[in-house]
């Protein structure tokens, strides 16, 4: 079948302040009236929708999620995710978007026409520390009617010989109505794994996936020509992206952070990958969480992103971060197609089985029941055997590593004793060396320090010389001047000096000049000339120029 591309459609949904934490923060998050666009200080931002802080669960459902939930009814896949800074609202939107999906599903199945048949499943699993855990395993009943305690059995997933993702052993549960979907999303909650920080009391620390599979068969009252199509909804609630400095986490919630960013890391390299037009690959297998959404971004799905932010000052960053993320998700391309006569239908196997029953029940026994039985028992049977045939193999492994121990520990033990003492003597000499280097490391720590002293000494002592040259300069030398003896001063690598052109005609220079000529023009009197008496005083900082000089 024939697909359309189909974008991401990406929403923004912007919290209240916080009470506690916020009362006093300056509200920097504001809706412009077309209800598309958000401004931040002097950005803006433009999505599908933005819901403000006076919205209700009802408003997002209706203007936003019913669409992709009216697609799964026709036999699209559908996926909602809520991707956000921890403490934004995430789960309180998803669980909203829940329960007005599940009556909105059995509304849809009421007033449906009567030659259309429906099944409904329901799974629910969360990702924690990159690890699969089913929420639904203790749901799970056991042959003798009982339920089974929930274990921390990791699922895997597998790639079936469609090249779809699956996860091996995942509870599925069939379900008649909405009060037995709540059920299952009651149950699931109290499995998932959450804790304190600083910015949420009750904060996600997995990424949890509800997943319902409806099944319609259409024109079910000509079973020759009926068709079936599978639509499968993922309800996402992505764990919050989070900086160790707001969140103050520490110890086993510092490492469940990590993990959460590095899987969120990995989602943005994904969709960094499907949006760039010069990408040859994207890194699905990076990561567990973008393996499962393959398909949702890029793929077979109908796909809607629900940013949710802050609308506080403190939280600026964060924000940005997140809207820039849901501007990069808007522009993935899907290619949805409605999933009609899929291999994962039940529907017709469960009809065909029924259509089976008749013929194995003879004279009031039912064969079925008696060959599940036998099954039961051959099963068992072999298993036994498996199990005596291994413990066998085991046993004789270790009889014969025994005696080989044995036989190596006879040919050994003489020596042992010299072994011993060799090693004592390796040890001493070891600890010799290792006094001797400890010692030879404070002496080095003590020299680094007194160095570390004497270069912080001469930086402070060149920065004073620095200021003073520089106050001097400016005090003592004019701009039009400096310009001048820049252009004619140069650096003498031999006499590590600088060196200024027509420097003779400067300062002392001219003293020693001076000094020559008043040995001829010495007056009768003794008293010495006029040049003597002016030669007295210091000229090291006179400096005399002469405009009209061609020095070139």
């Known amino acids: 079948m024939s697909s359309k591309e189909d974008n991401v459609r990406v929403v923004v949904r912007c919290r209240p302040l916080l009470p506690d934490l916020e009362s006093n923060e300056e509200i920097i998050a504001k809706i412009r009236n077309d209800g598309q666009t958000l401004q931040l200080t002097n950005r803006q931002f433009t999505f599908d929708r933005v819901f403000g802080a006076e919205s209700t669960e009802n408003d997002v459902y209706t203007k936003a999620a019913k669409h992709i939930v009216d697609c799964v009814l026709q036999g699209y896949n559908g996926t909602i995710f809520a ?140 079973p020759d020509t009926s068709v079936v199509r599978v639509g499968k909804f993922h ?30 890391t990995s989602l943005s390299l994904v969709i960094a990958a499907l949006t760039d037009p010069k990408a040859t690959f994207v890194p699905y297998r990076n990561s567990k969480l973008t393996r499962i959404l393959s398909d949702s971004l890029g793929g077979n799905s109908k796909t809607l992103l629900i940013a949710c932010v802050g609308p506080a000052k403190v939280n600026l960053e964060e924000t940005i971060s997140t809207l820039r993320f849901a501007s990069t998700t808007k522009n993935i391309k899907n290619k949805p197609i409605i999933n009609e006569d899929s291999k994962d239908a039940l529907l017709k ?3 065909e089985q029924v259509k089976e029953l008749p013929k194995i029940c003879v004279g009031g026994e039912n064969l079925i029941e008696k060959a599940e039985i036998q099954e039961k028992l051959i099963a068992e049977s072999e298993r036994e055997l498996h199990e005596r045939r291994e413990k066998e193999s085991e046993l004789r492994k270790e009889l014969e590593q025994r005696q080989a121990e044995i036989l190596e520990m006879e040919d050994s033990y003489a020596s042992l004793q010299e072994e011993v003492v060799a090693l004592n003597r390796k040890i001493r ?81 001219m003293r020693n000049e001076y000094e020559l000529f008043n040995d001829h023009t010495n007056d009768g009197d003794g008293n010495g000339s006029k040049y003597q008496q002016i030669l007295q005083h210091n000229y090291d900082n006179i400096y005399l120029s002469y405009s009209t000089l061609n020095l070139t």
């Open 349 to 351: 196997r469960f009809e």
């Open 235 to 264: 309800l996402i609630d992505l764990a919050g992206s989070e900086r160790q400095t707001k969140t103050g986490t520490t110890g086993i919630r510092l490492k469940e952070a990590a993990k959460i960013n590095l899987s969120l």
């Open 83 to 222: 991707y956000g800074q921890t403490g934004t609202g995430k789960t309180h939107t998803a669980s909203g978007i829940m329960q007005h999906s599940f009556e909105h599903i059995f509304d849809h199945i009421s007033r449906s026409k009567n030659n259309q048949k429906f099944l409904v499943r329901a799974s629910y699993y969360e990702i924690y520390n990159e690890e699969i855990r089913d929420l639904l395993a203790g749901n799970k009943k056991t042959n003798n009617g009982k339920k089974n305690e929930r274990g921390n059995k990791t699922l895997e997933l597998k790639e079936n010989s469609d090249g779809k993702i699956v996860i091996k052993d995942l509870s599925n549960f069939i379900v008649n109505n909405v009060n037995d979907l709540k059920k299952l999303k009651e149950s699931g909650d109290k499995h998932r794994q959450f804790g304190s920080t600083k910015m949420n009391q009750r904060s996600s620390r997995s990424h949890t996936i509800f997943t319902i599979t409806i099944e319609t068969e259409i024109g079910a009252d000509n």
């Open 429 to 509: 000499k070891a600890y010799g060396y290792l006094k001797d280097a400890r010692s030879e490391l404070d002496d080095m720590n003590v020299e680094h320090e007194k160095l570390r002293s004497e270069l912080l000494d001469s930086i402070r002592i060149s920065e004073k010389e620095l200021k003073l040259t520089n106050a001097l300069i400016s005090h003592y030398i004019p701009e039009s001047c400096l310009k001048l003896i820049e252009e004619n001063v140069n650096y003498n690598q031999l006499t590590g000096e600088w060196e200024l052109r027509c420097i003779a005609y400067t300062g002392n220079n």
